[in-house]
């Protein structure tokens, strides 16, 4: 099975700062990977596909980068309403893993 | 708008079985591959079937394989999880989502509660 590993587990940040999430996968996955966003009580909602195409209708604050083991998922100047757990998940191989989330506080 | 609405959830004692069912509307179920993820409570994301878009071939995560059956209805656009011996560790909401390229999930249900206790 490929692991998931994020970091940090946590972050605070101030409104407009840049703020970047790290995705590691235990073995190769090209560019099979996905962000997610969640807020409290919400079901999770797709952000960011193939490591770095913008979902439709996504902020283009938001940006994802990376290929291989590693991945970055960057907002440019956080916002309010950015603030959730992100979580990335691999599709290169099933069993379909997600990392363990990555809580953004503003 | 796309919408995936599960029901069929609630309390259910251990070693018990529950059936969740997904209903897809603002789309047709047919042509898409469909999973079920689930969340225990305060926890992250598990993934837990997947089922082709013929109903063909199906995956399934480890803890619930050989417990757990999904399946499929394209007339009624809409999937299903049989959950038969339930144990503790299912409590969670569960999330029928649907596989919008390439394993990518897209839309996500509201979420179905389950909860295992006696």
């Known amino acids: 099975d490929i692991q998931m590993t994020q970091s940090p587990s946590s972050v605070s940040a101030s409104v407009g700062d840049r703020v970047t999430i790290t995705c590691r996968a235990s073995?190769?996955?090209?560019?099979?990977l996905a962000w997610y966003q969640q807020k409290p009580g919400k079901a999770p909602k797709l952000l960011v596909y193939?490591?770095?195409s913008l979902q439709s209708g996504v902020p283009s604050r938001f940006s994802g980068s990376g290929s291989g083991t590693e991945f970055t998922l960057t907002i440019s100047s956080l916002q309010p309403e950015d603030s959730a757990t992100y979580y990335c998940q691999q599709s290169n191989s099933f069993p379909l893993t997600f990392g363990p989330g990555t809580k953004v506080d503003i | 708008e796309m919408q995936l609405v599960e029901s069929g959830g609630g309390l259910v004692q251990p070693g018990g079985s529950l059936r969740l069912s997904c209903a897809a509307s603002g789309f047709s179920v047919y042509g898409y591959e469909m999973n079920w993820v689930r969340q225990a409570p305060g926890k992250g994301l598990e993934w837990v079937a997947y089922?082709?878009?013929?109903?063909?071939?199906?995956h399934y995560g480890d803890s619930v394989r050989g417990r757990f059956t999904m399946s499929r209805d394209n007339a009624q656009n809409s999937v299903y999880l049989q959950m038969n011996s339930l144990r503790a560790e299912d409590t969670a909401v569960y999330y029928c989502?649907?596989?919008?390229?390439?394993?990518?999930?897209?839309?996500w249900g509201q979420g179905a509660l389950v909860t295992v206790s006696s």
């Open positions: 073995q190769g996955i090209d560019n099979w």
């Open positions: 089922i082709s878009s013929s109903g063909s071939t199906r």
């Open positions: 989502v649907r596989d919008w390229i390439r394993d990518f999930f897209d839309p």
């Open positions: 193939s490591a770095s």
